[in-house]
């Protein structure tokens, strides 16, 4: 190899070296570097369905569910009368724990924090 062509494949390869990080920075990021991403719920409107129970004196008004440490409250249930089942679609996040709030004709409340509910099938509400 001579000392020209020599000279012009280092001066392609520093500019090639150079260059790529450059073109690396503008490219989107699926053609970049694998970036380690948290899981995200499901954006297709995923529901788990449980059997909810109230076993508690008072009537259930509402029955609401959020992904587990979300403010986005649902409503999934309305009113249910004491000592009746009725079913349930929660929403299924992508790791199953949703908190659950109800609240009671009596006044009462009741919350329930990181609830599977892939894994708990039935809900059963009690004073």
């Known amino acids: 190899m001579t000392r020209r062509s020599l000279a012009v494949a280092v001066a392609a390869a520093l500019c090639g070296l150079i260059a790529a990080p450059a073109l690396g920075q ?5 053609a970049g570097a694998p970036t380690k991403l948290k ?4 954006t297709d409107g ?9 076993s508690r004196k008072a009537d259930l008004v509402e029955l609401q ?3 587990t440490g979300s403010v986005s409250w649902k409503k999934v249930l309305g009113a249910l009368k004491t000592g009746k089942q009725a079913p349930a679609k929660l929403p299924q996040s992508y790791n199953c724990r ?8 009596d ?8 609830v599977d509910v ?3 099938k039935t809900l059963n509400l009690t004073d």
């Open 65 to 67: 569910a959020a992904e």
């Open 98 to 105: 949703v908190d659950l709030h109800g609240t009671f004709a």
């Open 107 to 114: 006044g009462q409340s009741m919350d329930a924090t990181d």
């Open 39 to 42: 899981p995200k719920a499901p």
């Open 118 to 120: 892939c894994a708990q």
């Open 26 to 30: 503008n490219a989107p990021a699926a």
């Open 46 to 54: 995923s529901t788990v369905t449980v059997t909810v129970t109230n």
